[in-house]
């Protein structure tokens, strides 16, 4: 008579466990229920919690203005002090602005439509404000504003005159350029009406108030410009809302007054912060009546299936066998828990989705979760419940083959 293999191979001992659970079904079943009514809610409080908290980030990301640090006052700044500002972590997008006193003009398309001190705003390719649009190329291309071009009646690729006043010697002077509409911005992206523009075109700007001579307005009097290599200002861009006040502390070093949208930014780390506490302790106390229900209920299966385990013994199997074949089926049976839970996740979160984000855009979101949170959420489910069956494991390879005899 051959002796049975020493180690069952893996598919035997899992197709046992299954076979097991499946004759066992009504204390399988009781086990599932408990693991689904503490996964379920928990995936549906985190989901709630990301979901808060990612659409309110998206909305603060979505206006380009919470990530500007807004510089207060003009200032005297080299070319040198532009590059250890980009160097600096955190930093998006940076360009140079001349005075503020600079960074307005006149806008024309004909005798009926008309913008009377817009805004100028010099970009770049990069600039969060203008987002997908590409940046003016040419000195003769600009990007309106929504409210400037709907004042203007104009559209892409129509043409209008960008006029820039001057008193010299006593005269007032009109320079005119005629520049091409290269985008529109959103609505939501600059609500007043503005011109955004390339760099030189604002330099060209202040040096033809400045008195200097400008061909590109038409006006050859006054000197040649000097070559500009300091400016009063920039506009600076944050990378991310975390990177903020980052930016405006390294101004403050600078001895340069800044403003931000800090308080904006504040109540959705605070937000995020409370969501976070309040699920941290649920979880914990869900996770830690599981954790008990669990210890109890394959603690008591081991002790009611003593036998079978026993007579599993008998028939060749090792003590590490029988402790694995309890982790197995406690792994099957989190594994079908799970997929419950998660089928209940879904419900649930749509059921928030249609009735909390009435309110929302047409991709916003209530209750959400990444792959990479179910991944994780599925992992650590898993993990708790090897674990706690490894103490019911350690008690299976404690059982002697023998016992199986006893009652023959």
């Known amino acids: 008579m051959t002796r049975p293999k020493a180690r069952p191979r893996l598919r035997l001992l899992i197709e046992l466990a299954a076979r097991d659970l499946w004759h066992d079904r009504k204390v399988s079943l009781c086990i599932v229920a408990s693991l689904v009514a503490v996964i379920a809610p928990l995936l549906l409080l985190f989901g709630l919690k990301h979901g808060v908290v990612s659409q309110l980030n998206d909305e603060l990301l979505s206006d380009p203005r919470n990530l500007e640090v807004r510089m207060l006052g003009n200032y005297d700044l080299a070319g040198g002090w532009f590059e250890r500002l980009r160097a600096q972590p955190g930093v998006g997008f940076v360009i140079p602005l001349t005075r503020s006193l600079n960074t307005q003009a006149d806008l024309q398309r004909d005798s009926q439509h008309f913008v009377a001190n817009a805004e100028v705003i010099p970009t770049a390719s990069g600039d969060p404000l203008i987002a997908a649009l590409p940046a003016p190329a040419t000195l003769e291309q600009v990007l309106l504003s929504a409210s400037a071009a709907g004042r203007l009646g104009v559209q892409v690729g129509d043409t209008l ?176 828990a799970f997929a419950l839970g998660y089928a209940a996740y879904l419900v649930g979160s749509q059921v928030f989705n249609t009735a909390l984000g009435a309110n929302l855009s047409d991709d916003g979101f209530v209750c959400k979760l990444e792959n990479i949170h179910i991944l994780l959420a599925f992992a650590s489910a898993l993990l708790i419940a090897i674990v706690v069956a490894a103490v019911g494991g350690f008690r299976a390879i404690h059982i002697q083959p023998a016992e199986s005899l006893r009652d023959l």
């Not at 600076?236 to 001895?255: H, T």
């Not at 029988?322 to 089926?329: D, E, I, K, R, S």
């Open 161 to 336: 005159r960008l006029l820039v006043l001057r008193k010299l010697d006593g005269s007032n002077e009109r320079g005119e350029l005629t520049v091409t509409v290269g985008g529109v911005l959103e609505n939501s992206a600059f609500t007043r009406p503005a011109v955004l523009v390339h760099l030189d075109l604002l330099v060209a700007m202040e040096n033809f108030r400045d008195g200097y001579a400008v061909p590109m307005f038409g006006f050859l009097t006054g000197d040649v410009a000097p070559v500009r290599e300091r400016y009063a200002r920039a506009r600076i861009y944050a990378r991310g809302l975390d990177d903020v006040a980052s930016i405006a502390s390294w101004l403050d070093g600078e001895r340069i007054e800044s403003s931000t949208r800090a308080r904006e930014i504040e109540s959705v780390k605070a937000i995020s912060h409370v969501l976070g506490l309040i699920f941290a302790v649920i979880a914990w106390t869900a996770v830690i009546g599981c954790v008990a229900s669990l210890a109890g209920a394959f603690l008591a299966n081991i002790d009611r299936k003593r036998k079978d385990l026993a007579l599993l013994r008998l028939l060749g199997f090792q003590r590490s066998a029988a402790g694995a074949y309890v982790m197995v089926q406690a792994a099957l049976l989190t594994c079908l």
